[in-house]
């Protein structure tokens, strides 16, 4: 069954950068769309941002916009989420998904992956 792997997420200080990537791995399966949650502890999951493999289209959450930009390689199969000053807010487990169309909410999502954990210190 095909999955999502995601790079190892870390622990950053406040105002630092981190770079996240994500890939299909095992059997192939079709998408449109691929993007990141993340949930923190006691919260509920929430959408970050995504972008249609085609279009290179992008959406991102108020939280984020002007600080995460998501992008990909199609040739590598491959979406990366470049995180610029990051908030102590921003600690969470971080979700990568996949979809047939917007994966705005998780119940839109398709397939997972197993999440990494991003740590920001004040």
């Known amino acids: 069954q095909g999955q999502l792997v995601e790079s190892r997420g870390g622990l950053v200080q406040a105002g630092g950068s981190l770079r996240l990537s994500c890939a299909p791995s095992?059997?192939?399966?079709?998408?449109?769309?691929m993007g990141w949650f993340r949930q923190a502890p006691g919260k509920e999951r929430e959408f970050v941002t995504a972008i249609t493999l085609s279009s290179g289209s992008t959406r991102y959450a108020d939280s984020v916009k002007g600080r995460f930009t998501i992008s990909r390689d199609n040739a590598k199969n491959t979406v990366y989420l470049q995180m610029n000053s990051l908030k102590p807010e921003d600690t969470a487990v971080y979700y990568c998904?996949?979809?047939?169309?917007?994966?705005?909410?998780?119940?839109?999502?398709?397939?997972w992956g197993q999440g990494t954990q991003v740590t920001v210190s004040s």
């Open positions: 998904a996949a979809g047939d169309l917007s994966i705005a909410t998780p119940e839109a999502v398709n397939y």
């Open positions: 095992g059997r192939t399966f079709s998408r449109n769309v």
